[in-house]
C-alpha cells in the first residue's frame, strides 16, 4: 500500500482538515476521523508521508481511549460501522486508519501533561525556575522525573501557527472555572494511569497530549487522539537517565533531525530522506507492540 497522504471520501462531507486528521460528516450525531499518514514538527506539516503512521495511531488512540473509560468517556461510536457508511473502495483506501466518532464540541484548549523535564519546559526551567509559570524545586536535571506531574495547558492553533502555552487562569477565562479544574484533574488521572501502565511494559511517558470535548448535557469526553508517538514523549526505560535526552519512540526523532538542516520552521518544510521515515515508523511499530501486545 502507499503512504495515505490526504484522504478522498467522496460519500461524505469533508468539514475539516487538520495536520495530520481528515474530519467528515457522517449525519447530525457522528463524524469519521481519518488518521492520514501526515506528520506535523514544530506546527508544520512536512511534505513527506510516513506509511502506516496513520494505521498505528488509530489502534493507539481506541486502546488509549478504552483503556481510560473508567476515567471518562471517549468519542468512540459503538453504534455504527465502517461498512455501514462507506464503499469497499474508500474501506480501502483509508486501511485501518479510521474511526467513526460521537460528534461533540471541543474543549479550545490543548491538555498538557509533564511528568519529566524535557524539551521547551526545560529551556524555560533553565532561566526561571519554572514550567509555564510553575515553579519547580532548583538544581532540578535534564530529563528528570518531577515530583508530581504538572498540567501545562496550551492553545489550539490552526494549521500553520503555533500553538501558545497559556496558565490555568487562561483556561478558567476561557471554558470556565469548575470545568478547567476539571480538565485538570482528567488530564492527571489518565497521565498517572497511561504512565504505570507504559512504565511496567518498558516506556517511560515523559509527556504527553490530551483534547476533550462535551456532549449536550456538558459531560466531557476524551476526544481526537491519546497518548500515541505524535502526542506524547515514550522514552526507552532500560536506557533512561537524567542529564541527557533519552532514547525516544516518537517524532522527536523527527525533531532532532530537522533540527540539523537550516530550517526556519516555517512553511514550506523540507522532504525526510528514506532513512528517517524508516527509522521513524520502526519507532512506532516499537512503541505499539511494547504496549499493545498481550493486552
Known amino acids: 500500500m502507499q503512504p495515505l497522504y490526504e484522504s ?3 460519500s ?5 482538515k487538520g495536520k495530520v ?21 514544530f506546527d508544520v506539516v512536512l511534505p513527506t508521508a510516513i506509511n502506516g503512521k496513520g494505521k498505528i495511531l488509530t ?10 473509560v473508567s476515567i471518562l468517556p471517549n468519542q468512540l461510536a459503538d453504534k455504527i460501522k465502517l461498512a455501514d457508511i462507506l464503499t469497499t473502495k474508500e474501506l480501502q483506501q483509508i486501511d485501518g486508519r479510521a474511526m467513526l466518532v460521537k460528534k461533540l464540541k471541543p474543549l479550545p484548549v490543548e491538555a498538557i501533561v509533564r511528568g519529566y523535564l524535557v524539551g521547551s519546559g526545560w529551556q524555560e526551567y533553565q532561566q526561571t525556575g519554572s514550567v509555564c509559570g510553575i515553579k519547580l524545586p532548583n538544581d532540578l536535571q535534564l530529563a528528570q522525573q518531577l ?4 498540567f501545562t495547558p496550551s492553545t489550539k492553533a490552526d494549521v500553520g501557527e503555533h500553538d501558545e502555552n497559556i496558565s490555568l487562569n487562561t483556561v478558567a477565562k476561557l471554558i470556565g472555572k469548575e470545568k478547567a479544574e476539571k480538565v485538570q484533574e ?14 511496567d511494559r518498558g516506556i517511560i511517558i515523559a509527556d504527553t497530549k490530551f483534547e476533550f470535548g462535551e456532549d449536550e448535557n456538558g459531560t466531557i469526553h476524551l476526544i481526537d487522539e491519546a497518548l500515541t508517538p505524535d502526542s506524547s514523549r515514550f522514552w ?17 526523532y523527527i525533531r532532532d533531525y530537522l533540527e540539523t538542516l537550516d530550517w526556519d520552521k516555517q512553511i514550506p518544510a523540507p522532504e525526510l530522506p528514506q532513512n528517517i521515515i524508516d527509522a521513524t515508523i520502526e519507532k512506532y511499530q516499537e512503541a505499539q507492540a511494547r504496549l499493545m501486545e498481550n493486552n
Open 147 to 150: 515530583p508530581e506531574p504538572v
Open 8 to 10: 478522498n471520501i467522496t
Open 12 to 16: 461524505l462531507t469533508l468539514i475539516n
Open 21 to 41: 486528521r481528515d474530519l467528515y460528516e457522517v449525519d447530525d450525531k457522528h463524524l469519521l476521523i481519518v488518521t492520514t499518514d501526515r506528520i506535523s514538527a
Open 186 to 199: 482528567l488530564s492527571i488521572k489518565i497521565y498517572k494511569m497511561a504512565a504505570e501502565f507504559a512504565l
Open 59 to 68: 489502534e493507539m488512540a481506541a486502546f488509549w481511549m478504552n483503556k481510560a
Open 236 to 252: 526507552r526505560a532500560s536506557t533512561y537517565k537524567t542529564g541527557s535526552n533519552p532514547e525516544s519512540f516518537d517524532k522527536q
